[in-house]
């Protein structure tokens, strides 16, 4: 990596979260050692992200980061840029729309990359196409490092390796609860939503998705089936009403990706199910559980129709619009993960993954922005692993520290409290 000028390049520094990435840079390593610099196609716009972030932190030096101006369709200035840095760090989505020639210019360069995408079609696309290309080049590259799916897959991490070693056993289930989540939704995430309703062989697609091991190629994919996560169930190990959860599906798809990634370290016959909860109990808990699923279905329908997409486009948040400040900074985060060992012995274990402000944006700047310089910086501490790899893959312990030190409390510690009978959908 001799000769790369910069550490990490923000690529997208002008849209909603990546101008919350310039912000948490700006802030955090002001007074550390970090080379680095904003990128994206409007050269205008990049000057006012710089200002604004200078103006609001009061720190003019913030006015000194380098710009880097590329179309994310323009290849030869992607390549040039995947060139002057280790890391590329990326905001710009949708990503099947705009990521395609970055990651290629960033694995044909050797560079290492992050994204806070959640497409996995576009991510099981890119593996196919580059995977073998980024190992030989020895780069890491590595997308889902915001909310999707950096909190499940830390949360699994951590409770395995409780497991195996302080009980030296593999894992045989984990189940996953969202105990409390408060934040807000931006134009990106629905672009980039509605985007994949959008895309010409939608129903193929929909079919490979529906499987948790999407993202394992089909000769390593395991045969044990997992637990159904779409019911309304009352769980115990909660005592609480549960209902399915949005980003479930992609988040056990990189659960199992680690776990196939680090030789089924987890377990040959490991299972993950996540799910949220519903405050309260008895028959108002119930109802509300059934309510939020039912609107989901209803929010799914209306974006699988173009005049109803159309019309729910016009309602919600446009590209470039989020949450207010207000909004991100009293948002949080409460992720619960309960595991059961695979010994005679059924030894269990209680994780807890805590963001102190809204996840979805504020602290998914955090997250990717750790993931970019853990890349970037702490390479003798990675594990000699690379290709296309999830956070905990590519990262481990050196990112859970990382997010430990940035305000984000993870723990994990033996369960007393859990039935070791895993509820009735396993
Ligand atoms: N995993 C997670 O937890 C998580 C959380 C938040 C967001 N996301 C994802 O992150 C993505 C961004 O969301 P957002 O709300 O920040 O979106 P946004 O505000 O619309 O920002 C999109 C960015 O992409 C840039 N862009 C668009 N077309 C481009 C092109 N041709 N060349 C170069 N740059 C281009 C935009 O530049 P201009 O300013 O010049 O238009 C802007 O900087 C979405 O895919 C969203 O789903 C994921």
Not at 269 to 293: A, H, I, M, P, Q
Not at 307 to 332: A, Q, V, Y
């Amino acid at each position: 990596m001799a000769g790369r000028t910069y550490d990490v390049v923000v690529f997208g520094a002008t849209g909603f979260t990546g101008s919350l990435v310039v912000e948490y840079l700006a802030r955090a390593y002001a007074t550390k050692s970090l080379k680095w610099a904003i990128a994206g196609r409007n050269e205008a716009k990049l000057k006012d992200v710089r200002a604004s972030v200078a103006k609001k932190l009061k720190d003019e030096t913030v006015n000194k980061v380098d710009i880097i101006v590329a179309d994310a369709k323009d290849a030869p200035a992607l390549n040039k840029m995947a060139k002057a840095t280790k890391v590329v760090l990326s905001t710009t989505g949708p990503f099947w729309k705009f990521g395609s020639d970055l990651v290629a210019a960033c694995v044909t360069s050797g560079t290492s990359y992050c994204d806070i995408t959640g497409e996995s079609p576009w991510v099981k696309e890119m593996i196919e196409k580059h995977d073998a290309t980024a190992k030989a080049n020895k780069c890491r590259i590595v997308s889902f490092c915001g909310m999707d799916c950096i909190p499940s897959d830390v949360g699994c991490h951590v409770v395995a390796k409780h497991l195996r070693e302080k009980h030296k056993c593999g894992v045989d289930h984990i189940n996953s609860y969202i105990l409390a989540m408060k934040g807000g939704v931006s134009g990106g995430t629905i672009a980039s939503m509605f985007n994949f309703f959008e895309q010409p062989n939608f129903a193929e697609l929909r079919k490979e998705m529906g499987s948790p091991y999407e993202l394992i190629p089909r000769d390593g994919r395991p045969s044990i089936r997992q637990p159904d996560a779409n019911a309304v169930s009352y769980e115990e190990e909660v005592q609480r009403y549960t209902t399915p959860f949005v980003m479930a599906g992609v988040n056990s798809k990189i659960v199992h990706r680690t776990n196939y990634l680090l030789n089924h370290i987890y377990g040959p016959e490991f299972r993950y199910r996540e799910k949220n909860t519903v405050k309260g109990d008895g028959w108002g808990s119930w109802l509300s559980g059934w309510l939020t699923t039912l609107g989901l279905g209803a929010f799914s329908v209306g974006a699988y129709f173009s005049p109803t997409r159309n019309l729910l486009r016009r309602m919600l948040p446009k590209p470039g619009e989020g949450p207010d400040e207000h909004t991100r900074e009293t948002g949080k985060l409460v992720m619960r993960f309960y595991g059961v060992g695979d010994s005679a012995a059924k030894p269990k274990a209680v994780a807890t993954f805590v963001t102190h402000h809204d996840p979805g944006y504020a602290e998914t700047a955090t997250m990717l922005a750790e993931s970019a310089i853990c890349l970037a910086q702490d390479t003798a501490k990675l594990p000699e692993r690379y290709g296309f790899l999830t956070p905990i893959a590519a990262m481990g312990d050196t990112l859970v520290a990382r997010l430990q030190a940035a305000g984000i409390d993870i723990t994990v510690e033996d369960d007393k409290n859990t039935s070791s009978t895993p509820p009735s959908s396993l």
